[in-house]
């Protein structure tokens, strides 16, 4: 065992360093007391992550904060001209901190210091609104953000860049001519501070070998962006542009999302048609401004021939929509209104995820062939007890061997009416996996109680069931009563759900045993899952 730790210790310095980049912080830096070797090799890797959250914790007394902030920041500092000074080379650089009003000077020392380190990752994460002396005034209180300093711009070694938050980007890419970033690969900014629009799209032009655009940026702060003649770009994120333009000359596109900007005038232009030919990944969030029309379906998905992934979330559908890709392996439709008929045929689909449906009740068919290997993923809300519409939806998928997993969520309050249930077929359609999201509000009512049950056994028959959260005491108190239901319904031929039993509760990692009523279930509120499983 000696003689296997010593070769590992004898190994070259970079390969420790890879070995150690490869696992979770924390247990990087565990390897520092195996030995002399590995703590120098801790003290040497080249991927710096600090995080002030991880020096200052929540329950700490208010008076203490300065303090540490300030011991935080001196001691990334000590860090950084420790590896500046031996003249190391630090690969990665992540910082983020909670308030920077009294060191904005500080970070542009570590920024310096990482920039002629040879830093090829640099991430940057500030609060969104952060009070602090802006840089370019003399006494006084400037404006709530960072600047960044021009020094960032000269860095030739960046492969990655991101900010995230109260930082002030334009100002430095505006003013200077930007000859650096002929190696950078990913660009991302979230939420920074954007006084010039023009400075985005200064910064991009001059990456022509960019792969990776991420760009989430404050209301209103740019009103358009027009990408063209990066060859290699593969990836594009956008939210909060109201305009987004890419012309042809960007066909490496691989994928694409798109938020449109919830809190600006409802009126959005898109154009990717003529580059997307090669797309794998579409996601679309309009925020309910606009209609995805029937045409939209049969005209324009098309011409995405290759189009693996397709997401839809926050819109408004047409009434029908007709699904149609031999490619499409994954399929998101999410929190949308107005959809009544959903009719897909895509033959090589795995994955359909179907829920939100805001007020309407839609039916969904599967056309010709699909795969042996689909999941379906509905989740649907319950308020009126409708058992014939749940049944009229799962009977309708086909064939009837596609793992159908139903999230099932019923609001209860006192004082609704009781449902009545007559005529209702038997048997009910079979399910492999139920998942109930039930909110009780009401004091503790057997009648009620009742009503769901029996709205659930009439409904389908899953194989195993599990309750996604616990939220109160009345919940708590309805899943006992329906383990109760179960139970005495065991030695009922008729009763179709006679082959399920408990299992297991996995908040408390323990199993119920057959004579138990899951007294032990806490009476507090708790996130964690019960699961019924069939007697296989």
């Not at 901190?97 to 830093?119: A, H, T």
């Not at 792969?211 to 994120?237: A, C, D, F, P, R």
């Not at 509905?378 to 058992?387: E, P």
Request: with cysteine; aromatic share 12%; net charge negative.
């Amino acid at each position: 065992m000696e003689e296997a730790e010593d070769k590992l210790s004898n190994l070259p310095k970079f390969i420790l360093h890879n070995i150690l980049s490869r696992l979770l912080s924390e247990d990087a830096a565990r390897t520092s007391v195996l030995s002399k070797t590995w703590l120098d090799t801790w003290y040497t890797f080249p991927y710096l992550c600090f995080c002030e959250s991880d020096f200052i914790t929540e329950i700490q007394p208010t008076e203490d904060i300065p303090r540490k902030s300030k011991d935080f920041i001196e001691y990334v500092k000590s860090r950084l001209l420790w590896f500046w000074d031996r003249r190391l080379a630090i690969k990665e650089f992540y910082f983020a901190i909670r308030d920077l009003r009294c060191m904005p000077n500080d970070l542009d020392l570590c920024l310096k210091l990482v920039g002629e380190s040879g830093v090829e990752i640099l991430s940057i994460c500030l609060p969104k609104y952060s009070s602090m002396i802006s840089q370019d005034e003399k006494g006084g209180r400037g404006e709530c953000y960072y600047v960044l300093p021009k020094g960032v711009i000269e860095i030739k070694s960046l492969t990655k860049l991101m900010f995230k938050g109260g930082i002030r980007v334009d100002q430095a890419f505006m003013n200077h001519s930007i000859k650096s970033f002929f190696s950078l690969r990913e660009l991302h900014l979230l939420e920074v501070v954007l006084k010039d629009e023009q400075a985005i799209e200064c910064l991009i032009s001059c990456c022509p070998l960019i792969e990776v655009i991420t760009l989430m940026l404050l209301s209103g702060s740019m009103k358009s962006l027009s990408i063209h003649g990066l060859k290699k770009l593969n990836t594009v994120y956008v939210d909060g542009i109201k305009e987004v333009y890419i012309d042809e000359s960007n066909s490496s596109l691989k994928s694409l999302y798109y938020c449109h900007d919830y809190l600006s005038i409802p009126i959005f232009k898109i154009d990717f048609i003529q580059c997307c030919k090669y797309l794998k990944e579409l996601l679309l969030s309009l925020y309910d401004t606009t209609i995805i029309t029937e045409k939209w379906f049969l005209e324009i998905l098309p011409k995405f021939p290759f189009l693996e992934t397709l997401e839809i979330w926050n819109c408004i559908l047409s009434e029908t929509i007709n699904i149609s890709s031999v490619q499409l392996k994954y399929l998101s439709v999410s929190d949308c209104s107005n959809l009544k008929v959903v009719n897909i045929d895509a033959p090589n689909l795995l994955t359909c995820n179907l829920k939100g449906f805001i007020g309407s009740k839609p039916i969904i068919s599967f056309l010709n062939n699909i795969s042996t290997q689909l999941q379906l993923r509905l989740s649907i809300s319950i308020y009126d007890f409708d058992i014939f519409y749940v049944r009229e939806l799962l009977q309708n998928i086909k064939p009837q061997n596609v793992f159908i997993s139903l999230s099932l969520s019923i609001s209860c309050s006192e004082g609704a009416p009781r449902p009545v249930f007559l005529d209702i077929p038997s048997p009910p359609p079979s399910i492999k996996h139920l998942d109930l999201d039930i909110e009780i509000h009401s004091e503790i009512n057997e009648t009620l109680y009742s009503d769901i049950a029996d709205f659930l056994l009439l409904c389908f028959v899953p194989e195993y069931i599990s309750w996604n959260n616990i939220y109160n005491l009345e919940t708590k108190q309805f899943v006992e009563f329906f383990f109760e239901t179960l139970r005495r319904k065991k030695d009922v031929t008729k009763c179709c759900w006679r082959d399920l039993k408990e299992a297991k509760v996995e908040v408390t990692r323990f199993i119920i045993d057959d004579g138990t009523m899951l007294k032990s279930l806490p009476n507090y509120s708790t996130r964690g899952n019960i699961i019924f499983m069939k007697d296989m």
